[in-house]
Nanobody, 121 residues
Framework: QVQLVESGGGLVQPGGSLRLSCVASGSIFSMNAMGWYRQAPGKQRELVARIIGGGSTNYADSVKGRFTISRNNAKRTVDLQMNSLKPEDTAVYYC???????????????WGQGTQVTVSS
């Protein structure tokens, strides 16, 4: 089994900051990309930021310059530092990992349960 567990969501005022963390555990052989997605009420899930094993990153245009993704391969963690938060950043944020389980040749997507981020005054 593979588990992704997120932490760090909550309520913050506009202009504030939050840091999300995600740790992957279980029967993992190799990890490729890790990232964060979000889903606001009535909207589709969208990519927020993604980082591959070599360190290359990509961000949604709406968060560039405000959010920073980082990972620790040894600890199997991925963090998302969110600054200058706006009400439109309100959503459930999901951790994602594209990884290979022990004994499985394929890479597959795994998801965390999600953590709520609410930006409101």
């Amino acid at each position: 089994q593979v588990q992704l567990v997120e932490s760090g969501g909550g309520l913050v005022q506009p202009g504030g900051s939050l840091r999300l963390s995600c740790v992957a555990s279980g029967s993992i052989f190799s990890m490729n990309a890790m990232g964060w997605y979000r889903q606001a009420p009535g909207k589709q899930r969208e990519l927020v930021a993604r980082i591959i094993g070599g360190g290359s990153t990509n961000y949604a245009d709406s968060v560039k310059g405000r959010f920073t993704i980082s990972r620790n391969n040894a600890k199997r963690t991925v963090d998302l530092q969110m600054n200058s938060l706006k009400p439109e950043d309100t959503a459930v944020y999901y951790c994602n990992a594209y990884l290979q389980r022990l004994g499985n040749m394929r890479f597959e997507d795994y998801w965390g349960q999600g953590t709520q981020v609410t930006v409101s005054s």
